[in-house]
């Protein structure tokens, strides 16, 4: 267990999912397009097979910074939206669910 105090108005994260595996990485602040392809280029090498991201429509994820690395990946790396408000159908959300409701009991 790794214990931190924090704020989200202070630290954001980011997330992936797959079968066997849940990864992710906190920063300082909110999370920028550099960072989005950061994450999904160490996801790239840790799973080193093709990717299928499924994600929101948030303008992070369509940023010119993220098409552009995602245009450079020569179909190592597929996209697939979410429908709009549609948290419910975002397995990582529920993670971040319980995450909050173990933090706020823990207060």
Known sequence: MIQQ???WSQMSAIAGLSWWRFYF???DGAVKSEQV???LAALKRQI???LLVIWDGAA???SRIVRGWLERQAGQVAVAAL???APELNP???IWAMSRSLLNRDR
């Open 25 to 27: 990485r906190f920063f």
């Open 83 to 85: 429908p709009p408000y």
């Open 60 to 62: 992070i994820h369509r």
């Open 48 to 50: 080193a097979r093709k």
């Open 37 to 39: 392809v950061e994450f």
């Open 92 to 94: 990582v959300e529920a």
């Open 5 to 7: 105090s924090f704020s």
